[in-house]
């Protein structure tokens, strides 16, 4: 490891061509990008175009890479919350075929569903957050980026953050809770 | 730290606290060691909320995207673009015909006894990388 970076002697190889680290960086950063992508866009296939377009950049980048600025795994990371922006905004621009799953906002008894339900139920609530809040919470709890690192991605302050946290963990809350029990 | 700050920090950071940022984990920890039962039913609230958010299934990466993600690098392409100027070409036997017309065959044929199964790619890319392989089999 060089410096504050973990991936600096890697993405160095990577700009040399050097296969190896080639398949490294990809096994290192292609779940994570991928989990990012889905859980702001929830849509499987639109996260494998997301992933595929980040690393497309970051072969591009990697020759020219210079270390110090940022790590290259925010770089990524705001690389990847760009281009789901770009869908995202593409989405409400665009009559949609089929509307968007929603969460059902009722709780009731007969609504408890079963275990892979309740996976597909969390992730309609996600994408149901405001784009702000949702970018917050996957970026801390599921990406689980430091608070500085986050807010400096996102371009807010860490207070800020923390309030898009909070507002967004309490109506993940409220939208799941019939699955509390 | 007081209680208000406490439950705020679980409300944005969750249940965990060692997953709150660094620089309050010890105010934190201070807290819930001297109001236990007030700390103890925050984080219990928290955690509720963060056990919600895990139930979110992962989506794997397929290996069919992760081949056509390491396919795209620059490394591979130009590995690709070789080899297949390479097989496109004149062939693989008139390449070596025409290596021998030029007077290195005896150490090509060396070169491809000696690589083992599987190193054939990496010596065509040696063999272009040092400009041999135009002169062996190459288009342009």
Request: a negative charge; charged letters at 25%; one cysteine or more.
């Amino acid at each position: 490891m060089t410096g504050n970076d973990p991936d600096q002697d890697l993405v160095a190889r990577v700009g040399r061509g050097d296969p190896a680290a080639i398949q490294a960086l990809v096994a290192r950063k292609l779940p994570r990008l991928l989990q990012l992508a889905h859980r702001m866009l929830n849509d499987a296939a639109e996260a494998e175009d997301v992933a595929q377009e980040v690393f497309l950049r970051a072969w591009k980048q990697a020759p020219t890479w210079v270390p110090g600025a940022a790590r290259f795994d925010t770089w990524l990371h705001r690389v990847a919350m760009n281009l789901c922006y770009d869908r995202l905004r593409r989405r409400r621009e665009q009559p949609m075929a089929e509307p968007p799953e929603q969460v059902d906002p009722g709780p009731a008894p007969d609504r408890r569903l079963l275990a892979g339900d309740t996976g597909s139920r969390v992730n309609a609530a996600l994408g149901a957050l405001p784009d702000r809040q949702r970018e917050a919470v996957v970026l801390c709890h599921y990406q689980e980026l430091g608070n500085i690192e986050a807010a400096g991605l996102m371009g807010v302050s860490v207070e800020a953050l923390e309030s898009l946290l909070a507002r967004g963990r309490r109506a993940l809350r409220a939208a799941l809770a019939d699955l509390r029990e | 730290m007081t209680f208000e700050r406490f439950q705020s920090l679980a409300e944005a950071w969750g249940g965990a606290i060692a997953r709150w940022p660094a620089e309050v984990q010890d105010a934190a920890y201070a807290f819930m060691a001297a109001s236990p039962e007030q700390a103890d039913a925050v984080l219990a609230e928290a955690r509720a909320t963060d056990a919600l958010m895990d139930a979110a299934p992962a989506l794997s990466a397929s290996i069919a995207l992760r081949d056509r993600v390491i396919a795209a690098a620059p490394a591979a392409r130009a590995r690709r673009s070789r080899l297949w100027r390479w097989m496109t070409g004149a062939g693989v036997g008139a390449g070596l015909a025409a290596a021998t017309a030029a007077g290195v065959m005896a150490g090509v044929s060396l070169s491809l006894a000696q690589a083992p199964l599987g190193e054939d790619e990496a010596l065509l890319t040696t063999l272009y990388d040092t400009g041999l392989g135009e002169e062996l089999g190459g288009t342009t």
